[in-house]
């Protein structure tokens, strides 16, 4: 408590008239010692404004001691009045300076969410982005498949055109040469007196058929052929066996000659089985007597 | 009214002009004006009603009683500043809150 010489001399000019204290004064200090103490009880005066809670403790010990020595109650009542007010404005000054702090914190909150928040879409822009482009190579995927796959069928329809068309100049130059569709694949029978006068030896006339033949198959290596040869029903049958088989391999060996891979080509004889006519009729027998060769699908 | 009663007694011519107090009034008038609020609008007419009662005081050179006005009217403005702020800070919180 600092000395107040202006104070105490008021104090001492009014002293005698003051003995006890009117009804306005200890209303006013009452009021007075009970803002201070709210103030002072709350935890958050003692942390934000503690400065001006001091202000106020000071007023109300002057006041206190004013009140105690006499003093005039004028100067007790603007004591108190002054702790009262102070006392006060040191509780609204807390609860503001509380308040500011709960906003920035409030503001730094707000800003982490939608900082979390703009993580989160721009995570989910990404994982979309990615499904996008997963879709989208599968979708490129599936069309170069789509191509590739019309590119195959488109080869394939002309393979298989270019095939039946060669085939069939074949069939156009020679009289005894015919063509047709089989599950085992494309059958070119070829008439043995087309290719045979006698045993197992090629005619020079069968070399253009099997120049074409042997051009086929290179223009085709996927393709493999069988060469069958069949006989009519005459003579023993051991011996058409025999014999057809040698004309088949005959024209393999002619093919081979003519550059074709030999594993390609299934040379085999099978005599008269498998007749194509009957063997009662020189017409019959003649067409019975043949060479089959079997273009196998590649 | 006490505040003259005590003035009469006191003689008041005696003492010095409280130059000290009238310019901390003033500036506690001064700086609760702008921001004062509806809840502080109370305490800062009464911080102007007694900073004007202080400056004629002032000027009757009636200065005890020109100090204790002054001493007043500014604890009235500092309590109408505190509790200004604080009710614009209190808003400003709430609508904080709201707007998440």
Not at chain 1, 15 to 31: D, F, I, K, M, V
């Amino acid at each position: 408590m600092t000395f107040h010489p202006r104070l105490t001399l008021i104090a001492a000019l009014l002293a005698s008239g003051c003995a006890t204290l009117s009804p306005e004064s200890q209303q006013q200090l009452t009021s007075a010692r009970t803002a201070y103490s709210q103030a002072a009880a709350d935890a958050q005066v003692q942390r934000y404004a503690p400065a001006e809670l001091n202000t106020a403790a000071q007023a109300l010990q002057d006041a206190e001691r004013l009140a105690k020595d006499g003093a005039d109650s004028t100067l007790v009542e603007h004591n108190a009045y002054l702790a009262e007010r102070r006392a006060r404005t040191a509780l609204s000054t807390a609860q503001m300076r509380q308040g500011e702090a709960a906003v920035l914190e409030a503001r730094a909150e707000r800003t982490r969410a939608q900082l979390a928040a703009r993580e989160i879409e721009a995570a989910a822009a990404r994982e979309e982005a990615q499904r996008a482009e997963i879709a989208r190579q599968q979708a490129e995927a599936r069309t170069r498949a789509l191509e590739q796959e019309k590119v195959k069928v488109v080869q394939d329809q002309s393979a298989a055109a270019g095939l039946t068309a060669e085939v069939k100049r074949l069939e156009a130059y020679y009289p005894g040469v015919q063509t047709r569709q089989t599950p085992r694949g494309l059958v070119l029978t070829l008439n043995n007196d087309l290719l045979f006068d006698s045993g197992a030896a090629l005619k020079g006339g069968a070399d253009r058929a099997l120049d074409d033949l042997a051009g086929f198959l290179r223009s085709h290596p996927n393709r493999k052929v069988a060469v069958e040869g069949f006989s009519d029903g005459a003579g023993p049958k051991d011996a058409a066996e025999r014999l057809s088989k040698r004309r088949a391999e005959a024209v393999k060996f002619a093919l081979v000659q003519r550059g074709i891979e030999p594993h390609r080509i299934d040379a085999r004889g099978y005599g008269p089985s498998f007749p194509v006519g009957t063997n009662d009729t020189e017409d019959g027998r003649q067409r019975n007597r043949r060479v089959e060769i079997i273009i196998n699908p590649s | 009214m006490p505040l003259l009663f005590l003035c009469a007694l006191a003689a008041c011519a005696t003492t010095e002009p409280p130059e000290k107090e009238m310019a901390q009034a003033r500036a506690a008038l001064a700086q609760a004006r702008p921001v004062v609020q509806q809840e502080g609008l109370n305490e800062y007419a009464q911080a102007h009603a007694k900073l004007e009662r202080a400056e004629r005081a002032m000027q009757q050179r009636h200065y005890e009683h020109a100090r204790l006005l002054a001493e007043e009217a500014e604890a009235d403005a500092r309590l109408a500043w505190a509790t200004s702020e604080n009710a614009r800070v209190k808003r400003a919180l709430d609508a904080e809150r709201a707007s998440r």
